[in-house]
């Protein structure tokens, strides 16, 4: 296996696993992939592009690729963590935004993609960041790739978590700029290379991500943010899983360690808890206007349509007015933890994403198959995305979760797990990953 592949982090190269080093023609990678899935797919072992044909809720009728029938599956799966993206106050704001406004811009911001809704909503999101001002970008992956190539200069260097987003990979290779790793939160290796870099001219930016999408855990942006401050580098952060989940206001990450203001850049996205598309860039007045003509994905795309506007206006009102949705759910992740601790696992989330890790036995392709025919929608992290003792399923919670979602959640787990023949006793568990480690060292 290709080391580069395996991040650990949402992060991988397809075209890397396919080639394996390999050259290979179009015709060859088309042709081989193309077979590679129809097996799987014959297998009943590829759940991709399952056809959602429901809104978006805690639960969502899908037309099962196998049967071709509608089946109802509780959605495990999505980001949508305070139930917004089916929310009758939001669905009547759009509408008015779409009588208003129309269906979209035809433009970018600069030139005539700029409607008062995106003001308000930069103004809105400047206030929940603790900061001067906010640029909206069309998506989140396009926020980063902005953003770092923007801010970075032949003289810069970028320090950065090895389980960043594909999408701050991507940023660093386009803006071709000096960069280094640390391993996952170690912070004595990311002091180390602050500690090199303050002999170097230029500027040193260092990236971490509030809450780590593949595995649900934060950085411990107090203890960095500190480090920032002595070795005199920014700090960004992308927040796409924190923002809505964690802080007394909803506001992330950042606000949950008290550091806010100690954040340079604070990214976020409005495909997570806002349930549309989008990004967003919060830090200072002069940096937002410099990126307003410097980043080239704000500058060379067209605007958010007011309608994906209406909805984040619409769902940051409803974060103020109904703070219930956040306590709910911490409220249901810590049912759902604590479920999974009372069969066996060792989980113990801190935000809203929890990895259940796979045992080696485990078929992950075909366990995924049995939980899609449970009606359980979780996503899969397969082997060679993450090395093979790090494949797991992921799953979503939502403060819309009921009890007897969840319930079903952890039924349908332990069904799962035992089909395999491991009882889920903790003493099982203990024996397992143990096995499982010796194994894979
Ligand atoms: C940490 C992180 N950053 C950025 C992105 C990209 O965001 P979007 O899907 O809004 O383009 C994602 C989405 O998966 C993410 O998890």
Known sequence: MNGKTETQGENFN???????????????????????????ISRNQDLYLRPVISAADREVTILDPYSGKPQKMLMFGSNNYLGFANDPFIRREVTKAMEKFGSGIGGPPLLNGYTALHRELEERLS????????????????????????????????????????????????????AQKFHHNNLAELEELLKQS???????????????????????LDKISELCRRFRAYLIVDDAHGTGVLGKSGSGTAEHFGVAHSVDMHMGTFSKTFAVTGGFISGSRELVHYLRFFARSYMFSAALPPTTVAAVLAALQLMEKEPWRQQQLHANVAYVAAGLRHLGFDVQPQAAIIALRVPEIMNIRAAAYEFHKKGIFVNSVEYPAVAADQQRFRISIMASHTKEDMDRLLEVIQQVWESYGIGLKKSDMVQHSTKMNAEFI
Request: aromatic share 10%; no cysteine; charged share 20%.
């Open 198 to 220: 303050a002999h170097e001219s230029g500027d040193t930016f260092v990236g971490v991500e509030g809450v780590y999408s593949m595995d649900g855990d934060l950085a411990p």
């Open 14 to 40: 397809l075209q890397d696993l396919l080639k394996m080093g390999k050259r290979m023609s179009l015709n060859q990678r088309t042709h081989f992939f193309y077979n590679f899935r129809q097996n799987l």
């Open 127 to 178: 206030a929940l960041k603790h900061s001067e001002d906010t640029i909206i970008f069309p998506t989140g992956y396009t926020t980063n790739l902005g953003l770092i190539t923007a801010i970075s200069s032949e003289n810069d260097r970028v320090i950065y978590d090895a389980h960043s987003h594909a999408s701050f990979y991507d940023g660093l290779h386009m803006a071709g700029v000096a």
